[in-house]
């Protein structure tokens, strides 16, 4: 106990800052873990790309689909999206925050990437979720 207090004055953090992150740890290992497991069997198949809650684009993946996606907005608002095989990220935007293009990889413990302050979701969808779509429309 003496130690870890020591640490986390050190490390000018407080009692919540480290549950934070160690929170934060957990949930990316578990992250990591579910993206491994679900990108073997493949159950995702497609990416869709919304901007202000409307369709952008979508892509089938499949293990040699490569790409990249340029997501101009009329206002100035920009992003720019990788697909390789079933790994999915941002890999640039102006947003200021720069949130989704820190996620990195697009995991299935969230399913998406944000980028709240260009109105940017892109998210996974399974063939179920396709199939369900299509019968609701
Ligand atoms: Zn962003």
Not at 18 to 24: G, K, T
Not at 44 to 66: H, M, P, R
């Amino acid at each position: 106990m003496i130690i870890s207090k020591k640490f986390g004055e050190d490390m000018k953090l407080t009692k919540w800052d480290m549950i934070f992150l160690i929170i934060v740890l957990a949930l990316g290992i578990a992250g990591s873990v579910l993206v491994l497991q679900d990108f073997s069997d493949a159950s995702y198949s497609s990416v869709v790309i919304e901007v202000n809650n409307q369709v952008y684009k979508e892509y089938k993946l499949s293990e040699d689909f490569k790409t990249t996606v340029e997501i101009k907005q009329e206002n100035g608002e920009y992003n720019l999206l990788e697909i390789d095989g079933f790994k999915v990220r941002m890999i640039e935007a102006n947003c200021k925050d720069k949130l989704c293009v820190h996620q990195g990889y697009l995991d299935h413990a969230t399913g998406m990437i944000v980028c709240l302050p260009n109105h940017v979701v892109v998210r996974l969808v399974s063939d179920k979720e396709a199939e369900t779509d299509a019968i609701t429309y």
